[in-house]
């Protein structure tokens, strides 16, 4: 065993979270992954409720950092928005996240949240990378997507569409080039080769879409990284950034907005795609997906994409 800690923060309560926790410690006793220390940071109560309902293995107590964060796990409907799992999930994830400050654990694996039951419960953050961003004291943040498939990071990303033009700054952009350039460096063991996306149709075609935001804001930005000798070009078409030989020749895709890189990365890797915070103090990946209260404690979740989050965890604090 090696001396890697790592916890796996549980997700809402009602999800799949549970679930894909359970199973990726079977994994684990399959030796489908590396060696490393897992502990669950969640509810007992709940993962016992779900392995008697999925037909999954109970982990042992040791494997399970119990917060006791629910008035009544056994009121927990499965499928069902609650204040009361929107709470108990931000509480595991923050519980994590102090253990990973303190050293206690080297990085986390987060499951789903559910962001209506966040906002029921009265925690008004869009998502894990904000409440990390703020619990971490990180001013410099984005969400990487990384999968074998493609892998892209977000110059904006939890926001209306109406507010991306009112984000996307040159200095915002800056940001999002350096710390993919580093981070996708690190994780290839190489300089990455990157393309910045154009954020209208046709990368803008000179001016005759939107507010010259091509010109204005990515071309500069491009420009200024290749003259701190990072391997990026662009802006280029979004419509056609993606197709197959593209993807063969670049390591990372700077995406203005979310769906922009999002569409893609489900399309190809919906299963393996791997969440990833850069800008940190500590090591977090998460799963690609959402918490599919449709499929909530039937055994029917795929495994795949917090499997992938833990191998990528697993490398991530070997070389950090």
């Not at 007992?44 to 999925?54: D, K, N």
């Not at 209306?160 to 040159?170: C, F, I, K, P, S």
Request: glycine share 8%; net charge negative; with cysteine.
């Amino acid at each position: 065993m090696t001396d890697k800690k790592l916890a796996i923060t549980m997700g809402d309560p009602a999800g799949v979270g549970p679930e894909v926790c359970l199973m990726l410690l079977q994994q684990q006793k399959q030796k489908s992954l590396p060696p490393v220390e897992l502990t669950i940071y969640g509810d007992h109560a709940i993962l016992e409720r779900v392995a008697t309902a999925t037909g999954l293995p109970l982990p042992d107590e040791s494997q399970v950092r119990h917060i006791p964060s629910l008035p009544d796990a056994g009121a927990v409907v499965p499928g069902k928005v609650s204040a009361d799992c929107g709470r108990a999930a931000y509480e595991y994830l923050i519980t994590a996240i102090d253990a990973a400050l303190a050293g206690d654990i080297d990085g986390l694996i987060t499951a789903p949240l559910n962001k209506e039951a966040l906002h029921a419960a009265e925690i008004h953050f869009p998502g894990h990378t904000e409440i990390l961003a703020t619990r971490t004291n990180s001013d410099r943040t984005c969400m990487l997507q990384y999968s074998n498939e493609v892998t892209a990071s977000f110059v904006t990303c939890h926001c209306g569409y109406a507010e991306v033009t009112q984000l996307l700054t040159r200095e915002r952009l800056c940001e999002v080039i350096d710390l993919t350039h580093e981070a996708v460096g690190r994780i290839n063991k190489r300089p990455p080769r990157m393309i910045a996306l154009g954020l209208n149709p046709h990368a803008g075609e000179h001016g005759l879409f939107g507010q010259r935001e091509e010109e204005r804001i990515i071309l500069p930005e491009v420009e200024a990284a290749r003259a701190r000798g990072i391997d990026i070009s662009g802006p280029i078409p979004p419509d056609t950034a993606f197709i197959p030989s593209t993807r063969r020749n670049t390591d990372a895709f700077i995406c203005m907005y979310h769906d922009q890189g999002h569409i893609p990365l489900k399309a190809l890797a919906f299963d393996s795609a791997v969440n990833v915070t850069l800008g940190l103090p500590i090591v977090r990946t998460s799963v690609d997906h959402g918490t599919a209260f449709n499929i909530a404690w039937t055994g029917a979740a795929n495994p795949g994409s917090i499997l992938s989050a833990t191998r990528l965890a697993i490398d991530l604090c070997s070389i950090t």
